[in-house]
């Protein structure tokens, strides 16, 4: 099955500061997402980015589907940010795989 | 909010209950899913829905047994389940194969 790879896996990060978050994935995809868990569970949907630019807010995805990654932005994070963030990635038959997370702690 | 509403936030149950998840939709979506997530592990896949036909079942146990008695809504029924069971079910919903996956708040499991 498909491969998907997050980094780093942790970041701590000061209030106000920008980050970059990576998605390698290992085989070509129709469905890329990047989502938040908060600390009571709950996957909140940031990006739906099978391939492209997209921005809302202080955050901003890339995935560039040729070359299989994904990139995530927080611009001036603040410490409601924190959090585990998922990419996932779409194979057959609706299955979405998820990487490992990347859990981020933003210091105020 | 979410509009993928997940019943109940939290369940305790023991070995020997019969307990059921229930989770419901109204984006009118034709793709539902069950995933379950262990402590500081990401999501797994369950089962998969499409047009209320169960399409990808990844070698689950018996001891779960999903059910999709509409378009709308998704049950996941449970029986003689074992404490490492224990963890949080998530459901989610898709208009259809490759679009985004929208999932509600999760069902924090505790078998006891």
């Known amino acids: 099955g498909i491969q998907v790879e997050q980094s780093p896996p942790d970041l701590i990060l000061q209030e106000g500061a920008n980050s970059t978050l990576r998605c390698n994935f290992s085989?070509?995809?129709?469905?890329l997402q990047w989502f938040h868990q908060n600390p009571w569970g709950q996957l909140i949907n940031l990006f739906y980015?099978?391939?492209g630019t997209k921005q809302n807010g202080r955050l901003s995805a890339t995935t560039v589907a040729t070359e299989r990654y994904s990139l995530l932005y927080i611009s001036s994070s603040q410490t409601t940010d924190s959090g585990v963030y998922f990419c996932?990635?779409?194979?057959?038959?609706?299955?979405?795989?998820f990487g490992a997370g990347t859990i981020l702690r933003v210091k105020s | 909010d979410t509009e993928v509403t997940q019943t109940p936030k939290h369940l305790v149950m023991g070995m020997t209950n019969k307990k059921s998840l229930k989770c419901e939709q109204h984006?009118?979506?034709?793709?539902m899913y069950w995933y379950k997530q262990k402590a500081k592990k990401p999501p797994e896949l369950m089962f998969v829905?499409?047009?209320?036909?169960?399409?990808i079942n990844e070698s689950v146990p018996s001891r779960f047994s999903p059910e999709c008695p509409n378009s709308s809504l998704l049950n996941l029924h449970l029986h003689a389940l074992q404490p490492e069971d224990s963890a949080l079910y998530l459901c989610?919903?898709?208009?259809?194969?490759?679009?985004?996956?929208?999932f509600g708040e999760g069902s924090w499991l505790t078998v006891v």
């Open positions: 085989d070509s995809v129709n469905n």
């Open positions: 984006m009118g979506h034709r793709a």
């Open positions: 996932a990635v779409g194979e057959y038959g609706n299955k979405l795989v």
């Open positions: 829905y499409s047009y209320e036909k169960l399409s």
């Open positions: 989610a919903s898709s208009q259809d194969q490759g679009w985004g996956v929208y």
């Open positions: 980015i099978p391939s």
